[in-house]
């Protein structure tokens, strides 16, 4: 496409016949025939690929002048290695007959016109320096600009006099002269010039103008504005080290995947947590490090983002290559960057080696476990003294300790299920718990933990939604657990007396429940981590209120163990719905 023309090109175009737009590349080879228009398209690209002048001359014979000949040059815009962007064309009419003396002088005229034409439409500021005492010759109006200066201060004047501070950069305008000399061209990047109105970052480039005799008389300058780009590269060189001191401080590595050529490329801190001698290797070689229970929990991960095109952050254990006893615990995050079509050419992430953070976890899970293991032993003798108490008062009048003693029982209930709760977490983490499913009616296990809930939380009125009979195929008692739960959260977060009103009912293929409060409800930015592990909702409403937040993760687990979904709707100050569904069969799957 070309960018820029000056006037004299324009009457060239209209003079020969040109009928498109004045930006169309095409003008020139149209006119031309087959043959020639293959060697102008060979030279422009021999330009671009050797950053080097060539020079043509061609014959319009579907002009409107076919006794002329056209002679072309091109000449590349250099820009430090970068491949070349810009050519600059000029381009001059020779008459079939040499002798055409008028023609002759009418063509330097349109010479010296599209020179200046040239000069005054580029889009770069632009110069020509006259001699070793570099003159200002010629100075348009964007260098002008850049300077600070008027065309009367600079033209006829020697650089160094125009530009005072150059005087500082001695080195710099002996590298301008030494073209002279050397003939060849000059690329000065990041240049920073300061003047009064104008201080910044710029790529010059000097090019050498050679007379008949292969003499360099002048040289073309051209100055184009990139302080933009350098400040943002200081910019992101800044972002770059403090990401640097931010991963060296937490200890975290980072990784690249070449998909294309399938190999992974790690930072110095990632070698070390994988223990490697080589910070490259192959997918399959890494493959062989994970540990190969969670292969597939990785790889389904990993899958799942580059189809939504979002990020993952995901544990896993590796054992460290030759040592298969050693295993390391890894938190690995990511994302993929894709082309322009779409498709995925590279994976970018870090890494973290948490297993002292996941070995801290065990210890810790186990000694959960232990300890709610050897407090079930008292608790179930005290609730069975507490029976047998209740059981030899039946035969006397004395209903205060009856009372005191359904009190007690409904407190040791409540132990029972924390102590429960914290057994099932350490099964949960260390992935034994077990589901043993049978055929059972699910309404009358959710009318036996109503009644208990009843006994439990008697200031609130429980409802019961639902057919007489529903047989579902699940654990009864870990999903007795769930409802439980539900009930115990919708009285504890709802003010007394208020209805808490649980419903069954069968969508599609699925068993829904739902269990509904009237309670003080739930903030939209706490809703996705409820269900984590030990996360409890802060806030002066839920000060008071006891709980280790390990019930709603519990219920989690439980329901996705069973193949099924958890959620919650809510609205804050005017309760929640918390909704389980379970596969529906009557049958043992």
Not at 14 to 21: A, D, I, L
Request: proline residues 3%; glycine residues 4%; negative net charge.
């Amino acid at each position: 496409m070309v960018v820029e023309h000056n006037d004299a090109y324009q009457a060239l175009i209209t003079r020969v016949g040109g009928k498109s737009k004045f930006n169309d590349i095409d003008i020139i080879p149209n006119l031309l025939s087959d043959t020639e228009k293959a060697i102008l398209i060979k030279t422009v690209q021999k330009v671009s690929q050797l950053k080097d002048k060539q020079q043509l001359v061609i014959h319009p014979i579907y002009s409107n002048s076919p006794k002329v000949k056209w002679e072309l040059e091109f000449s590349p815009v250099l820009q430090s290695d970068r491949p070349v962007e810009y050519l600059i064309c000029s381009l001059r009419e020779i008459p079939m007959d040499e002798n055409d003396l008028e023609h002759i002088l009418f063509e330097l005229s349109e010479s010296e016109t599209r020179f200046r034409g040239f000069f005054e439409q580029a889009p770069l500021g632009m110069c020509v320096l006259k001699g070793t005492e570099l003159i200002t010759e010629y100075a348009n109006d964007n260098i002008l600009k850049i300077w600070g200066k008027s065309r009367k201060e600079v033209i006829g004047i020697p650089l160094e006099e125009v530009r005072p501070e150059f005087e500082i950069q001695q080195s710099h305008v002996k590298r301008i002269k030494d073209i002279f000399k050397s003939k060849q061209p000059l690329t000065i990047n990041e240049l920073k010039l300061s003047t009064a109105v104008s201080d910044g970052y710029f790529i010059a480039l000097y090019e050498p103008l050679k007379n008949d005799k292969n003499e360099v008389t002048r040289i073309l300058v051209m100055i184009k504005d990139i302080t933009e780009q350098v400040n943002f590269k200081k910019e992101l060189l800044k972002a770059k080290d403090i990401l640097k001191i931010a991963m060296d401080a937490s200890e975290m590595g980072s990784w690249n995947i070449d998909l294309a050529h399938k190999q992974i490329l790690l930072s110095e801190r990632a070698q070390q947590i994988y223990e490697l001698e080589n910070n490259r290797l192959d997918i399959e070689e890494a493959k062989s490090m994970i540990y190969p229970e969670d292969i597939g929990h990785l790889t389904r991960g990993i899958i799942r983002a580059l189809h939504h095109r979002n990020a993952f952050n995901i544990e896993y254990q590796i054992n460290l290559k030759g040592i298969t006893a050693k295993r390391k615990w890894i938190r690995t995050a990511g994302k993929a960057y894709y082309n322009e079509d779409g498709k995925a050419i590279y994976i970018a992430g870090a890494v973290l080696d948490i297993t002292e953070h996941k070995q801290d976890e065990i210890r810790k899970n186990d000694f959960i476990g232990m300890v709610s293991h050897e407090l079930k032993t008292p608790l179930t003798s005290l609730s069975a003294y507490v029976q047998l108490l209740q059981h030899k008062l039946k035969e006397t009048d004395n209903s205060l300790h009856a009372q005191i003693l359904d009190k007690i029982n409904v407190q040791l209930k409540k132990m029972s299920l924390m102590i429960d709760g914290f057994l099932n977490i350490s099964l949960l983490e260390s992935g034994k718990i077990l589901l043993n499913k049978t055929n059972f009616n699910f309404i009358e296990l959710v009318k036996t933990i109503t009644e208990e809930s009843r006994m439990v939380s008697p200031s609130h009125f429980i409802q019961v939604i639902g057919p007489e009979e529903l047989y579902v195929y699940a654990d009864m008692e870990k999903i007795g657990n769930v409802i439980s739960n539900l009930i115990g959260n919708a009285a504890k977060y709802s003010k007394k007396e208020s209805l808490i009103a649980i419903k069954c009912e069968i969508q599609k293929d699925d068993l829904v429940v739902s269990v509904e409060d009237e309670g003080m409800g739930i903030r939209e930015n706490d809703i996705p981590r409820l269900f984590d592990r030990f996360y409890r909702v802060e806030s002066p409403d839920t000060k008071t209120i006891a709980g280790f937040g390990v019930g709603l993760y519990i219920c989690a687990e439980v329901i996705e163990r069973h193949k099924g979904k958890i959620w919650v709707e809510s609205k804050l100050g005017k309760g929640s719905t918390f909704y389980f569904s379970l596969p529906f069969s009557n049958e043992p799957q």
